[in-house]
């Protein structure tokens, strides 16, 4: 039944970006914008972007990742379409994870697209070992984001400023996910170990996704 409520509440929020695709166009022209200018900065064959190329693919991510999550309740707020699904028979928990697995589609599905683009435009070297242990990052740092970001949305969906709260919410409870991602990515582009992040991206989608299962229901209901 949980199950069964949370295919609901994705396919619908899935079949609804889709339909309009308003932060699916502007996430991927914000993040193909954003590494073409920073392309243009630095010199794509010098050792020093290799070094910061994780920092500068994650930040991408991010800033992104915002137009995407902060959609994720507030289209719910046009005809009081939130107060319904809150009454409905669907679980506060079986709402909050359906809405994260939906936004973790699309924000990943945005990563996938870019990353081709970040790769070519600044010249990484990129091999077949080096696709697997990607993959675990993007996949790791994504529901991370994904998961801190929703719970966020439906904390500042009824603000005025829901547009700038989140990301000022966000961020900050992201970062130790963030320099982990940011450090295993670097390993993982210059053909290194992806280290001890991936064990602290591990724990922390582990521990912040118990703790937004918990506290859900006092965010959406009070």
Same mark, same amino acid.
């Given at each position: 039944?949980?199950?069964?409520?949370?295919?609901?509440?994705?396919? !619908?929020?899935?079949?609804?970006?889709? @339909?309009? !695709?308003?932060?699916?166009?502007? $996430?991927?022209?914000?993040?193909?914008?954003? +590494? +073409?200018?920073?392309?243009?900065?630095?010199?794509?064959?010098?050792?020093?972007? @290799?070094?910061?190329?994780?920092?500068?693919?994650?930040?991408?991510?991010? %800033?992104?990742?915002? /137009?995407? +999550?902060?959609?994720?309740?507030? @289209?719910?707020?046009?005809?009081?379409?939130?107060?319904?699904?809150? #009454?409905?028979?669907?679980? $506060?928990?079986?709402?909050?994870?359906? !809405?994260?697995?939906?936004? %973790?589609?699309?924000? %990943? #599905?945005?990563? /996938?697209?870019?990353? *081709?683009?970040?790769?070519?435009?600044?010249?990484?070297?990129?091999?077949?070992?080096?696709?697997?242990?990607?993959?675990?990052? /993007?996949?790791?740092?994504?529901?991370?984001?994904?998961?801190?970001?929703?719970?966020?949305?439906? /904390?500042?969906?009824?603000?005025? +400023?829901?547009?700038?709260?989140? *990301?000022?919410?966000?961020?900050?409870?992201?970062?130790?996910?963030?320099? #982990?991602? &940011?450090?295993?990515?670097?390993?993982?582009?210059?053909?290194? *170990? *992806?280290?001890?992040?991936? @064990?602290?991206?591990?724990?922390?989608?582990? &521990?912040?996704?118990?703790?937004?299962?918990?506290?859900?229901?006092?965010?959406?209901?009070?």
């Amino acid at each position: 039944m949980f199950l069964r409520q949370v295919w609901t509440i994705a396919a !619908k929020d899935l079949h609804s970006e889709l @339909r309009t !695709k308003d932060a699916w166009n502007a $996430s991927i022209a914000f993040s193909v914008v954003i +590494l +073409l200018l920073f392309s243009f900065s630095f010199d794509p064959s010098s050792e020093q972007v @290799r070094e910061f190329s994780g920092g500068l693919l994650w930040m991408t991510y991010a %800033f992104a990742g915002a /137009l995407v +999550l902060n959609r994720s309740f507030a @289209r719910e707020m046009q005809n009081d379409c939130l107060d319904a699904l809150i #009454a409905s028979p669907v679980s $506060s928990a079986a709402l909050f994870v359906g !809405k994260s697995l939906a936004n %973790f589609a699309l924000l %990943f #599905a945005v990563e /996938l697209v870019s990353l *081709p683009v970040f790769v070519l435009f600044y010249n990484l070297q990129w091999g077949a070992a080096q696709v697997g242990p990607m993959l675990l990052v /993007l996949v790791m740092g994504t529901w991370a984001l994904t998961i801190i970001g929703t719970l966020f949305s439906a /904390l500042t969906v009824n603000l005025r +400023l829901r547009e700038l709260m989140l *990301p000022t919410l966000v961020y900050p409870m992201m970062i130790p996910a963030l320099i #982990a991602a &940011i450090t295993v990515t670097t390993n993982v582009l210059a053909g290194s *170990p *992806p280290g001890l992040g991936i @064990r602290l991206l591990a724990a922390f989608d582990i &521990i912040f996704t118990l703790l937004a299962v918990v506290f859900v229901d006092t965010v959406l209901v009070g």
